[in-house]
């Protein structure tokens, strides 16, 4: 089944604790990004890439850090997480750069930050 | 710079009737992609539909339809009879097409929309 994978799908953590958060899909896709959804903000851009080693930031890339070794995987990384990054975070890839490529999303992944 | 606006945050309407939910986009682009989405309460995001910029003509799917107006930048979503299992949040988002570079997907803040049985 064509699908993007998240985990961990819920965590918890304290503010400071390292944490990764993996993204994979298996449908050879180019493009791939992170998003976070917050109430009233919608979905807004953390990270992109368009290609392997080839990673830029989105909107709200501050607190952030990813990498893009293998074209499958492209996970999202908290260095230092605090808690006004609690939300719901969202993987999804493309098949290109096309803008008319529709995303494919992964389940999601709720971090909650104490 | 691109824009998606979803003005309406919460609609809640009963069982059967219809409903509208409305998009309004801004974009400088003439060859551009909008898009609606849906986030039943499992979370998940589920595309519905795409339109490109050149093709205004309305489309139905069901009790489903989506109504594109580029004079007055908008791409509407209707659904007919609405039921209980069209509770969702949904998002309009939109794409611009240009040749080479980075084509990046804006998203409105959604609607919220609950059918009560």
């Known amino acids: 089944e064509a699908q993007v994978t998240q985990n961990p799908r819920y965590l918890i953590t304290v503010t400071g604790k390292k944490l990764t958060v993996t993204c994979s899909q298996n449908m050879n896709h180019e493009y791939m990004s992170w998003y976070r959804q917050d109430p009233g903000l919608g979905l807004r851009q953390i990270y992109y890439?368009?290609?392997?080693?080839?990673?830029d930031k989105g909107d709200v890339p501050e607190g952030y850090k990813v990498s893009r070794k293998e074209k499958r995987n492209f996970p999202l990384i908290l260095e230092s997480p605090s808690p006004n990054q609690t939300s719901l975070y969202f993987c999804?890839?493309?098949?290109?750069?096309?803008?008319?490529?529709?995303?494919?999303f992964g389940a999601g992944s709720r971090l909650t930050v104490l | 710079a691109q824009k998606v606006t979803q003005a309406q945050t919460e609609i809640s309407v009963v069982e059967k009737e219809d409903v509208t939910l409305d998009c309004v986009y801004e974009t400088r682009d003439t060859t551009y992609y909008l898009f609606w989405y849906k986030q039943p309460p499992s979370g998940e995001l589920v595309f519905l539909i795409r339109?490109?910029?050149?093709?205004?003509q309305n489309e139905i799917s069901g009790r489903y339809s989506w109504n594109f107006q580029k004079s007055t930048s908008s791409f509407n979503f209707t659904i007919t009879a609405s039921q209980v299992v069209d509770s969702a949040v949904y998002f309009c988002?939109?794409?611009?097409?240009?040749?080479?570079?980075?084509?990046?997907?804006?998203f409105g803040t959604g609607t919220k929309l609950q059918v009560i049985p």
């Open positions: 890439s368009m290609n392997v080693e080839v990673t």
């Open positions: 339109r490109n910029s050149f093709d205004e």
């Open positions: 988002a939109l794409s611009e097409a240009n040749s080479g570079g980075y084509q990046k997907v804006t």
């Open positions: 999804a890839s493309r098949p290109g750069r096309a803008g008319a490529n529709v995303l494919t």
